[in-house]
């Protein structure tokens, strides 16, 4: 089969990967031109953030622990005030998408570097894409500007993260993925970091249920987390990520679960205009259908399938499917109103695809 004409950019960026890689934090600064840097963090994770500190010595501004999902604009304006006031000239993000989208905010307005140290498997920090909510709505951009410079995976950071976390964290990533193997503008380079990414989670999620600190799992795990979040950064998203922003900035859902939930329906709804895409996501999840594999290894593993379960009443299905509606995403399938609403009956109620 010929290749087809594809356009592949590649995005400046340094990855350290490996157990024990936080050690070269320091050496890691200094390449990035640096002298102080702010340490950003979710309040729970502020421990995390002042051993960040610790390690950089005179070279820490300061920390600011009040990252929270979504990315308010509040807070981001309060970060980007704190980072002047100390004279910060890098930002270090220690945590999930929620720190690693404070450091991109701060990085829009500012220019601030970013080194981002990811404990989750978000995959945001391999993208230029941000997101600000404001008013209730979350506005999303892209802007290589917010892309962070370096990038420091150590699977030995992870080993604490709570397995309910680790498995829809990871589902998020696989989410990533996915949508990147029927993306406009997908080319073969993704395509196979998309099908290794979602094989790596595959793997690992199951894993970690059955032993939370499987070494070798939380390895397998960040590693498909970075080429999920590879893809992300690299080309569009279509349906499956216009509910996600939908869902979390309006009714303000958790990211990870709300992602989680989703994503089965979405790939049914896109199943039939997606083929190809649909059987790379079943193969690598070692399944038949796509979205029932992405499903069952959610519900296998204890994660909430039903939007009900996290807090989405029923009576805003209809709100969120007009604003699914509105500067729609590109997508394999057109938008259908009625199958829309239907798509999100199902994942409030948790049903299988």
């Known amino acids: 089969m010929p290749v087809q004409s594809f356009v592949y950019n590649s995005a400046p960026q340094r990855v350290v990967f490996g157990a024990g890689s936080l050690q070269h934090l320091a050496r890691e600064i200094d390449a990035l031109g640096a002298r102080r ?22 070279h820490a501004a300061g920390v600011f622990d009040r990252a929270v999902m979504h990315v308010p604009i509040e807070t981001a304006r309060e970060a980007r005030e ?15 998408g929620s720190t690693t989208g404070l450091g991109k905010a701060i990085a829009l307005d500012s ?46 950071l992870s080993l604490t993260l709570p397995v309910g976390m680790s498995v829809t964290s990871g589902i998020n990533a696989i989410a990533h993925a996915a949508e990147g193997l029927y993306a406009t503008d997908a080319n073969p380079i993704m395509d196979l ?10 793997r690992a999620l199951p894993a970690i249920r059955a032993f939370a600190e499987d070494a070798a799992a939380r390895s397998d795990a960040l590693y498909g987390a970075w080429l999920c979040g590879t893809v992300l950064g690299n080309v569009g998203m279509a349906l499956h990520h216009k509910l996600c922003h939908t869902l979390g ?40 259908n796509a979205a029932q594999a992405v499903f069952d290894l959610a519900h296998d593993n204890g ?18 499917c007009t604003h699914a509606l509105q500067n729609q ?13 239907a798509l999100l009956q199902n994942a409030w109620e948790g049903v299988r695809p």
Do not use: W
């Not at 704190?82 to 999930?96: K, S, T, W």
């Not at 259908?336 to 609403?341: F, L, Q, V």
């Open 249 to 288: 900035g309006s009714f303000n859902l958790p990211h990870a679960e709300t992602h989680t939930i989703v994503l089965p329906h979405a790939l049914a709804y896109n199943a039939a205009a997606a083929p190809e895409a649909m059987a790379r996501i079943a193969k690598a999840l070692g399944g038949s």
């Open 303 to 320: 994660a909430p399938v039903a939007l009900r379960d996290i807090g989405m009443k029923e009576s805003d299905l209809d709100v969120a």
């Open 193 to 202: 970091m998309a099908q290794e990414g979602i094989a790596a989670l595959g």
């Open 37 to 58: 840097a702010l340490v950003l963090s979710t309040p729970e994770q502020r421990p995390q953030a002042e051993r960040i500190a610790d390690m950089l010595g005179a």
């Open 329 to 341: 995403y590109p997508n394999p399938r057109p938008l259908e109103r009625d199958a829309i609403r």
């Open 111 to 156: 220019g601030l570097p970013i080194l981002a140290i990811p404990t989750t498997y978000a995959g945001s920090e391999m993208t230029p894409i941000y997101g600000i909510t404001e008013a209730g709505m979350k506005k999303t951009g892209k802007d290589f500007k917010v892309l962070p410079r370096t990038v420091i995976y150590d699977p030995e």
């Open 82 to 96: 704190v980072a002047q006031r100390l004279g910060a000239d890098c930002a270090v993000a220690i945590g999930g």
